[in-house]
DNA sequence: CACTTGACCTGTCCGC
DNA sequence: TGCGGACAGGTCAAGT
């Protein structure tokens, strides 16, 4: 489930592996997956040149060199994955999920002049790749998401500002609404509400400053341990090489209901708040009404 | 109006 | 073994 981290790997992976590059062809099969006309391709993108790749929220922006931009979402099973001209076996199978490609999740095959290649994978179609003007991104794209979490300028008290736009609404259902705050998920908001010792359940405005200030730091904790790791896979994540992250090696309650709590040794349970699965220790977490 | 739920998909897992 | 149903969760539209 690509979130913050998983997103910011995979740019990472890409701006690398992609500067330069010329796209030569596309080859694309479902249109829900390539938003792209036929006139859009053989205008904007052959023979374009990538500038640079960044990442908003849980977009990636593919910059390329004629003012235009690819604006890839990932949703929940999506993969980007680069190879080329001499790694087109797989990857160290050990830390690789993805073998020979294309494969049947294949939706998208970006091929570069040095006949190197961009395969978009997504086993559920819902992920998408659209062309934008890079110019048009900042009122098109950028604007409706909330802040950066990880930004330097994004302060303690922007955080409390932005929760308080949801002030009755459980806290879980504000980390997850990408215009309050942007770039967390499912596996952060579970991990970041643990470090914080806070129900998710908890209304916003039965947060006090102490409880504000844990959640903040935890999720800039949380988040950057996560990069750190190169993300998480539960399922289908894996990094512009194919690798898998390692995250959830470290998680101290995502996925690991029925174990014990890291910090006081109780049952970690687990419950659907926001009809998401949301894993809690019910000691350190518990409901303020 | 504020907030919650369902649809979009496909692969996997569980119980019968 | 096979089959039906629940589940996984990011986002937006529709519902309460």
Redesign the pocket.
């Known amino acids: ?3 913050l981290p998983e997103v910011e790997t995979v740019k990472n992976g890409l701006n690398v592996l992609l500067k330069g590059r010329v796209i030569d062809s596309i080859k694309y099969d479902t249109p ?1 997956s390539f938003l792209c006309s036929t006139e859009e391709v053989e205008q904007y993108l052959v023979g374009a040149g990538v500038i640079g790749v960044k990442r908003r ?2 977009l990636l922006l593919i910059n390329l060199d004629n003012g235009y931009s690819l604006v890839i ?1 990932l ?2 099973t999506g993969q980007l994955v680069y190879r080329g001209t001499t790694n087109f076996g797989a990857g160290h199978p050990s830390r690789s999920l993805v073998g020979q490609l294309p494969d ?2 294949t939706r998208v095959i970006f091929t570069f002049r040095d006949h190197s290649r961009l395969f978009f994978n997504d ?4 992920g998408w790749i659209k062309l934008e003007r890079t110019s048009s991104l900042a009122e098109r794209v950028y604007k409706k998401f909330g802040p950066e979490p990880l930004a330097r300028d994004f302060t303690l008290a922007d955080f409390k500002k932005r929760l308080l736009l ?5 806290i879980k ?1 504000v980390l ?1 609404d ?1 215009s309050i705050v942007s770039g967390i ?3 952060y908001s579970d991990e970041s509400l643990w470090v914080a010792k806070i129900h998710p359940l908890t209304k916003v405005d039965r947060l006090n400053d102490l409880k504000l200030s844990r959640l903040y730091k935890g999720i800039r904790v949380v988040l950057n341990e996560a990069i750190d790791q190169g993300g998480s896979t539960d399922r289908n994540y894996v990094d512009a090489l194919g690798r898998k992250g390692g995250y959830l090696n470290f998680a101290r309650v995502f996925r690991r209901e029925g174990q014990s709590c890291p910090r006081c040794g109780s049952k970690i349970i687990k419950l659907k708040v ?4 949301t894993h809690i220790c019910a000691r350190c977490q518990k409901l303020v009404a």
Do not use: D, W
Request: aromatic share 4%; glycine share 10%.
């Open positions: 489930m690509p979130e829900k929220a849980k979402h949703k929940m049947k999740s086993q559920r179609k819902f949801r002030p009755h609404s459980g259902a997850l990408q998920g499912n596996i926001a009809s998401r699965g």
